[in-house]
Nanobody, 124 residues
Framework: QVQLVESGGGSVQAGGSLRLSCVAS????????MGWFRQAPGKEREGVAAIDSDGSTSYADYVKGRFTLSRVNANTLYLQIHNLKPEDTAMYYC???????????????????WGRGTQVTVSL
């Protein structure tokens, strides 16, 4: 059973940076898709970024230019966030879809393995 563990969240001022990490209990990232999602209080979970097994990344329009997703090895992903804004405040989740050959979307329903999340809070 794959477990995903996120870390790196915290409280920062607007304009600051954070690096979120996602570590899998087994080598999860060789096939399928990995994604980062976020959910703010009272809002639906939304996709932030995704990466496929070849290392190709995609980003939601509202984070382009500020978020960078990278895969360090078969167990670890990073989400580097620059120029944080108050509207980025949310719980951030790492998720996996282990099926090979699928398109890596930003839809939460595609992913069947989830971490517990790491909180990011941005203040003015």
């Amino acid at each position: 059973q794959v477990q995903l563990v996120e870390s790196g969240g915290g409280s920062v001022q607007a304009g600051g940076s954070l690096r979120l990490s996602c570590v899998a209990s087994v080598a999860t990232f060789r096939t399928g898709c990995m994604g980062w999602f976020r959910q703010a209080p009272g809002k639906e979970r939304e996709g932030v970024a995704a990466i496929d097994s070849d290392g190709s990344t995609s980003y939601a329009d509202y984070v382009k230019g500020r978020f960078t997703l990278s895969r360090v090895n078969a167990n670890t992903l990073y989400l580097q966030i620059h120029n944080l804004k108050p509207e980025d405040t949310a719980m951030y989740y790492c998720a996996a879809d282990s099926r090979a050959g699928v398109y890596c979307s930003h839809e939460p329903t595609q992913y069947n393995k989830w971490g517990r999340g790491t909180q990011v809070t941005v203040s003015l």
